[in-house]
């Protein structure tokens, strides 16, 4: 089984709203990503969570807010968010992060979101 | 700048076929290739991971890698419509403990029927 569940699946918000992404998997995967993908581009790493404590953070603002509450689940906070943060959010893990060859990422099925 | 290369296309081939796809990478110390196959508006799903020099086959898929000349194909014999998608070459860069996944921006196959 290789499944990361993500809901929703579909989010539409206001630039004043308050929402948050889940990303759920029971692999036993420890290193957990989220990545941005707008059309037609590749996925953009955002943060990597390790033994659930983030240790990438690619410079992103302030208002997306990861959590990671224990090794199975992940969350991002979304606060004052931008129309032109509208995108794919892609949740992965993998087995490790790190050397070594267990970094196979299996990514979730995405939440579509779109600020209005 | 860790940088990953393919072509955009599209790159188009009749069914029954062999679709070649390729992608160069910029740092030598990178460890770990993958190929994700991403239809139009869902998530990538991995279909093939190469980790050493030499092919790797699986089923209608055959991954090359040569670390030398910093280069991984994917080859997909007899190409179905259902091949059609974007292909995403993603290598990992490992800096320190960490390692994170860099993409190219993908080649988008069409299969013709």
């Known amino acids: 089984d290789t499944e990361v569940t993500q809901t929703p699946k579909h989010l539409v918000m206001g630039m004043t709203n308050k929402k948050s992404l889940k990303c759920e998997q029971h692999m036993g995967h420890r290193a957990m990503y989220w990545y941005k993908q707008k059309a037609k581009k590749p996925p953009e790493l955002m943060f990597v969570y390790s033994y659930e404590k983030l240790s990438i953070n690619e410079s992103v603002p302030s208002r997306f807010s990861p959590e990671c509450p224990n090794s199975s689940l992940l969350n991002l906070h979304l606060h004052a968010l931008q129309p032109e943060d509208s995108a794919l959010y892609l949740c992965a893990s993998s087995q490790a992060q790190g050397l070594g060859l267990n970094t196979e990422a299996f990514f979730g099925q995405g939440t579509r979101l779109t600020v209005v | 700048q860790k940088e990953v290369e393919q072509n955009s296309g599209p790159l188009s081939v009749p069914e029954g076929a062999i679709a070649s796809l390729n992608c160069t990478y910029s740092?030598?110390?990178?460890?770990?290739f993958f190929w994700y196959r991403q239809y139009s508006g869902k998530s990538p799903e991995l279909i093939m991971s190469i980790y050493s020099n030499g092919d790797k086959e699986d089923g209608r898929f055959t991954a090359q890698l040569n670390k030398a000349s910093q280069y991984v194909s994917l080859l997909i014999r007899d190409s179905q419509p259902s091949d059609s998608a974007t292909y995403l070459c993603?290598?990992?860069?490992?800096?320190?403990?960490?390692?994170?996944?860099?993409f190219g921006k993908g080649t988008k196959l069409s299969v013709k029927p």
């Open positions: 740092d030598r110390g990178s460890q770990s």
């Open positions: 993603a290598v990992a860069h490992y800096g320190g403990s960490q390692g994170n996944l860099i």
